[in-house]
């Protein structure tokens, strides 16, 4: 079954504490990309990846940093979590090559910094 | 002011109605436009994209002014399964970086 695959689903952490969310594909695509969701703010984008070893801020960058080592696997990782990164997180990729602007979405990481 | 914005809603509305959201971005270089849904607390799905010749798949019309920078989705004969939260989406860099609207939450009731 072609998914995108997010790791853990819930999170409780504190402040401070180094944490990495996974995400991963099945279908591979060369683009991947994280978002998160606030109330009132609907989703934004974090940071995004065309391929192995490419990888582009979005709008909200800062206090995130993003790997992409191999074609499947895109972890997003909060070296200091504060609580205002707080969130829903998604994850999301598309095949470059199809002509296809469909994102498949993850099902989502709630991640809660105490 | 937001790049991409929608009523939040809740528009509440009898199973059968037709319901129209609409939506503004501001980024005149905006290059491809999407509606997506989005479930309680699940992740959001593609939905439809929007041309400026508009289209249509089964109850779901939607369609792109460029000019007014408008994006409008209208769903006829509205079913309790259309209740959702619907996003608007407009694209930048080749369809790389997304710009979300907030969303709007529609309710059909029977």
């Known amino acids: 079954e072609a998914q995108v695959t997010q790791n853990p689903r819930y999170l409780i952490t504190v402040t401070g504490k180094k944490l990495t969310v996974t995400c991963s594909q099945n279908?591979?695509?060369?683009?991947m990309s994280w978002y998160r969701q606030d109330p009132g703010l609907g989703l934004r984008q974090i940071y995004y990846s065309m391929n192995v070893e490419v990888t582009d801020k979005g709008d909200v960058p800062e206090g995130y940093k993003v790997s992409r080592k191999e074609k499947r696997n895109f972890p997003l990782i909060l070296e200091s979590p504060s609580p205002n990164q707080t969130s829903l997180y998604f994850c999301a990729s598309k095949g470059l090559a199809e002509n296809t602007d469909t994102q498949y979405f993850g099902p989502g990481t709630r991640l809660t910094v105490l | 002011r937001k790049e991409v914005e929608q009523d939040p809603g809740p528009f509440n509305v009898p199973e059968g109605a037709t319901v129209a959201f609409n939506c503004t971005y501001s980024n005149s270089a905006s290059q491809s436009f999407f509606w997506y849904r989005q479930d309680c607390r699940k992740e959001p799905k593609l939905l439809m994209s929007?041309?400026?010749s508009g289209n249509e798949d089964g109850r779901f019309t939607a369609q792109l002014n460029r000019a007014s920078q408008y994006i409008s989705l209208l769903i006829r004969d509205s079913k309790l399964s259309d209740s959702a939260t619907y996003l608007c989406v407009v694209t930048l860099n080749a369809g790389n970086m997304l710009t979300f609207g907030g969303g709007t939450r529609l309710m059909v009731k029977p």
């Open positions: 929007v041309y400026s």
């Open positions: 279908m591979n695509h060369e683009y």
